[in-house]
């Protein structure tokens, strides 16, 4: 177990908190830049549609009900699959310095946040569900200094809108086609309001003391040379008739 381990503090202005493309680009930025003790960030993203950094678009996204809603598509470092974010779910980075798999932890610390909640949580390979429901999934991305693991959490988005902007699983699955399973939420099951106090706590029974701080140098660094070379341009997030859902930031 780690001594301590940092909490990294919401950004307040406008440009992240409005911003899906900066806020990857941050996720992504906090492994790149070698961070010595664990990480945690909690983040919301606006409306859009995420996929993971090896699936093919058209596979996964609804095109037309994307375009109709406005919905921007866009990709993210890590595997796992494609996902809906809005308000209405809880984004949950941790980055573990060295060969340490935070995966398990992760997984552990909600399917026991989950169980104190009241509800009965399954946790398996493809996340963590309530009966056949899924309620959250896993992504990892590992680089040679460390590995980035992170959960989208189901809070109170409307699982219809889940549906509305992904596809099923092909009848002829390809091996990296994301998984799908009906989704759940908390809100679903009567609870209320954001669980990010009860993760923190969680995670620290597993990693230490949390200490609070804002981004530093080199998470912000990292985070703009990411915007330059990938996640500001709509070429890197999709491909040929899906680059118009997309605009990325000027």
């Given at each position: 177990m780690s001594a301590v381990f940092s909490v990294v503090a919401a950004q307040d202005d406008s440009a992240r908190h409005d911003s899906a493309w900066r806020n990857l680009a941050f996720d992504e930025a906090l492994l790149r830049a070698k961070p010595q003790s664990p990480v945690l960030w909690l983040w919301r993203n606006p409306q859009c549609v995420v996929l993971g950094r090896g699936q093919r678009a058209e596979r996964e996204v609804d095109f037309s009900a994307c375009s109709a809603d406005g919905v921007p598509v866009l990709r993210r470092g890590s595997g796992g699959g494609t996902v809906y974010h809005d308000r209405g779910n809880?984004?949950?980075?941790?980055?573990?310095?060295?060969?340490?798999?935070?995966?398990?932890?992760?997984?552990?610390?909600l399917s026991t946040l989950v169980s104190e909640l009241g509800l009965s949580p399954r946790l398996t390979k493809r996340g963590l569900f309530i009966g056949a429901d899924k309620l959250c999934g896993f992504a990892a991305l590992r680089t040679k200094e460390g590995v980035l693991a992170h959960s989208t959490l189901l809070v109170s988005s409307n699982p219809e809108l889940v549906t509305r902007y992904l596809t099923p699983t092909p009848e002829q699955a390809h091996p990296l086609d994301s998984e799908r399973s009906p989704v759940t939420t908390l809100a679903a099951h009567g609870i209320g309001g954001y669980p990010d106090n009860l993760v923190i706590d969680?995670?620290?029974?597993?990693?230490?003391?949390?200490?609070h701080r804002g981004p530093n140098e080199a998470e912000l660094a990292q985070e703009q040379l990411l915007m330059h070379s990938r996640y500001g341009f709509s070429p890197w997030h999709l491909s040929g008739r899906a680059r118009q859902l997309t605009a990325a930031p000027s």
């Open positions: 809880l984004n949950i980075t941790l980055v573990q310095p060295g060969a340490v798999e935070p995966l398990e932890l992760l997984g552990t610390a969680a995670m620290s029974r597993e990693l230490g003391t949390a200490i």
